[in-house]
């Protein structure tokens, strides 16, 4: 039976980079059914790239065979891998941390090593620049039309030797949760962080009431407020600032109909900081 088989690259659409993974693939099947997840991954920002995996994968039916190619050490000693997810997804990728919020937030249930020897198109043995329609489309189509099986790809590698990009955990220290900001909503500018809902519930606040954000970049704090906790943007003005729950189940910040990100020249990653506590009530003398 015929898999999805979904793209994602950094490749963008102003050229036919793409379109000859297409090609590799109908070549492999005529009859498949390809989508994009997107090809506007930052150049080879592979954090980027494991973000947006782990925000679309699990949506997917079982079965479904994603190419996630955002691979800056192309051609070089880096392996090739496949991961079969805990949902049954398979995802045929360059190890180099495109996986790295898959396996924490998801699970990887299997991981083998691709054997480029054997899953490339043929004639292309004396291309290294273009793994992503040479290894991986190839491997992707032949796997998603049932023609290669999962464990065909190559031999088992254990999980744990999968490179995994440096992250910290969401912690709660007594009526503060702290995390960091893991990704922009990019085109309205909210922050994204790593803080989970089942975190922030501990704190006790309730829709509509106020809390205090900090944000800082290393040691320099960037932004320091209070605003709503609110279900949707709707709740709040035009412009008013607020933390709701995003469609993942993590924390986030938001302007309403504005960039919070924008504004305040907001980065991503482990050396932005985000602190989130009950807002403090003022008393007026």
């Known amino acids: 039976m015929k898999k999805a088989l979904v793209y994602q690259t950094d490749f963008g659409s102003s050229d036919g980079a793409v379109s000859a993974m297409y090609g590799v693939a109908l070549k492999v099947d005529p009859e498949l059914k390809i989508y994009d997840l997107t090809h506007d991954i930052p150049q080879y920002n592979i954090w980027e790239a494991s973000y947006r995996l782990v925000q679309t994968v699990r949506y997917w039916p079982e079965g479904t065979v994603f190419v996630s190619v955002v691979d800056p050490g192309v051609g070089s000693s880096r ?11 398979i995802i045929v990728t360059p190890d180099n941390g495109t996986l790295t919020h898959i396996k924490l937030l998801f699970g990887i249930k299997e991981l083998r090593l691709l054997d480029e020897s054997r899953n490339r198109l043929s004639g292309s043995e004396l291309s290294y620049t273009f793994h992503g329609r040479d290894v991986y489309a190839y491997t992707g189509a032949r796997l998603a039309s049932g023609q290669l099986s ?6 088992i590698v ?3 030797s999968l490179v995994c990009l440096p992250h910290l955990n969401a912690i709660r220290e007594g009526d503060i949760v702290l995390g960091n900001i893991d990704a922009l909503d990019v085109r309205f500018g909210s922050l994204w962080t790593n803080i989970p809902y089942s975190l922030f519930s501990g704190l006790g606040v309730d829709y509509g009431k106020r809390v205090e954000l900090s944000i800082r970049n290393e040691t320099r704090e960037v932004y320091r407020n209070t605003m709503v906790y609110a279900r949707s943007f709707a709740d709040v003005s035009l412009g008013e600032p607020l933390v709701y729950v995003n469609s993942i189940l993590n924390m986030a ?4 109909q504005g960039s919070f990100a924008r504004a305040y020249d907001i ?8 602190s989130l506590r009950r807002a403090p009530r003022i008393v007026y003398e």
């Open 79 to 89: 392996r090739s891998i496949a991961a079969l997810t805990e949902g049954e997804q």
């Open 150 to 155: 999962f464990r065909e790809v190559g031999e």
């Open 158 to 160: 254990p999980p744990e």
């Open 253 to 256: 910040v938001a302007i309403n």
């Open 267 to 274: 980065g991503t990653g482990i050396s932005w900081k985000l």
